[in-house]
Every structure is written in structure tokens, then in C-alpha cells.
């Protein structure tokens, strides 16, 4: 039995296509640990290209939870508890939403949504106090959850509201990382519920987790290498260029529409 044949079982992709996302696991995973947001972009836009599209949202969440989960756990005495609290209201909220909304908007719209509102926050006059506050904390979550559940895009909205909550690359990174756990965690209950077929992919998700540890591992090597104006140069130039992008999917989306 060849190598390739081994990661037949894991999922209904070919064996080639499963080491690929295996590979882009970790590689993903580093990104977001040594530059604050991103990796789950990449790793949606990578499944996009080779995965069913019933699959593709469901299975990136199981991903991108084990992944969060072993960046939490790397990073835990950093993240602000506070924000955490404030913000699982509003993911409890934002997933029964989810679960229960039958009326979509337009593809493309919530794609320029989520690019307008990041490109406003970190080139814009800043977000008010009270926008930052318990309250405000709760309704990114609700809104966030629920975005996330139907684009499966909502990361560098999360990343750019923490950025303006946060001083010090490990608190931003670790925060980030713990309210990202608890969104996808509510993929599992959402797409459960819907009747998604999580086992057929359980092979390919754990295998996607495990090496997630290993690139987290790596990326955090490098984030502590790197300077908080030097890591805060970078995650804006990161969110900006996945913002621009997923205005141009969104108007593409529109256009095709």
C-alpha cells in the first residue's frame, strides 16, 4: 500500500488532496499564530477549490476549532478574560440565529459587510468606547457567530474588533484564538442539527487538527521573536489585503448574481 493510499480513508477526497490539506493545516495555523488573523481565510479559500460545498463550511469549522483550542491552550494566561465573557452571549445568540434564519441576503453582500466594516476599524477614526464596551463586545459575537455560520468569513471581523481592545501581540493573538473556540464550537451543534455527516470527514478533520498544533507551535516560536509595532504593522497590512479580498469575492458574487 502506497503512502497516498493511506489518506484515501479519511476522507472522500483523494489521498493526494488530503496530505495537501494536511500540509496547509499547519502552514495556515502558523500564519495566524505568528500574524494575528488570516489563516482561516486561506484554509476556507484553499477547501473552497477541492470540497463539496455542503462540506466546506461545517468541515473548516471542526478545523479551525481544533486549531483555535491548541492556540488557546499555548496562550491562555493572555487572554482577557473580560472580553471572553462579553462576547459568548452574544455567540449563544448568533448560532440560534443561524440555526433558525431561512431568508439569506444576496451572495456577495455579506462578504462586503464584513470587508467594509474591517477596512473601517483599522483605517477609519476608531470604534467609540461604548461600541467597545459589554454591550458592544455582545453583539460582535452575535452578529459574528452568525456570519460565520453562513460565509464561513467572519475571523478578520473578530480580529479587527479585538485589535482595538488589546495592547500586546500575545494578548490579541490569545483573545482572538478563545472567542474563535467558542464560534465554531457552535458549528458543530448548527450543521449538526441540519443533519451534515460530520464522520465521513472525522479522519481528514482530526489529522487537519494535529498538524494545526504543530504549525501553532511554530507560530508562536515567531510571534515572540517579533516586536509589538512590528506584529502590529503586519496583522494590519494581513487584514487589510483578506478585507480587500473578500470585496472583490463579494462584488464578483453581486455581479454574477
Known amino acids: 500500500m502506497s503512502l497516498l493510499s493511506a489518506f484515501d480513508a479519511l476522507s ?38 477541492v470540497m463539496p460545498a455542503a462540506a466546506l463550511i461545517p468541515v473548516h469549522g471542526m478545523v479551525q476549532l481544533g486549531s483555535n483550542v491548541g492556540r488557546t491552550a499555548m496562550t491562555w494566561r493572555h487572554v ?3 472580553t471572553l465573557l462579553a462576547f459568548l452571549p452574544g455567540v449563544v445568540l448568533g448560532a440560534l440565529a443561524a440555526a433558525w434564519l431561512l431568508i439569506r441576503l444576496p451572495a456577495g453582500v455579506l462578504e462586503l459587510c464584513i470587508a467594509a466594516f474591517v477596512l473601517f476599524t483599522l483605517w477609519g477614526p476608531g470604534l ?54 467558542a464560534q465554531h464550537l457552535t458549528k458543530a451543534f448548527v450543521f449538526g442539527a441540519a443533519g451534515f455527516v460530520f464522520h465521513e470527514w472525522l479522519g481528514l478533520i482530526l489529522a487537519m487538527v494535529g498538524a494545526g498544533f504543530l504549525g501553532t507551535w511554530l507560530g508562536l516560536r515567531l510571534l515572540r521573536r517579533l516586536s ?30
Open 128 to 181: 467609540s468606547g461604548r461600541i467597545l464596551g459589554g454591550f458592544g463586545i455582545l453583539v460582535v459575537g452575535a452578529v459574528t457567530t452568525l456570519l460565520s455560520s453562513l460565509v464561513g468569513a467572519s475571523g478578520p471581523m473578530v480580529a479587527a474588533f479585538i485589535k482595538q481592545r488589546q495592547e500586546g501581540r500575545l494578548a490579541k493573538v490569545a483573545t482572538f484564538a478563545a472567542c474563535m473556540v
Open 80 to 82: 482577557d478574560r473580560a
Open 228 to 257: 509589538d509595532r512590528r506584529f502590529d504593522d503586519l496583522f494590519r497590512l494581513v487584514l487589510t489585503l483578506l478585507s480587500l479580498r473578500l470585496a472583490w469575492l463579494g462584488i464578483t458574487r453581486l455581479w454574477g448574481g
Open 12 to 49: 472522500p477526497l483523494s489521498g493526494g488532496l488530503d496530505l495537501l490539506l494536511i500540509l496547509l493545516s499547519m502552514l495556515t495555523s502558523g500564519f495566524t499564530a505568528a500574524f494575528g488573523a488570516g489563516g482561516g481565510v486561506l484554509m476556507i479559500m484553499a477547501l473552497a477549490q
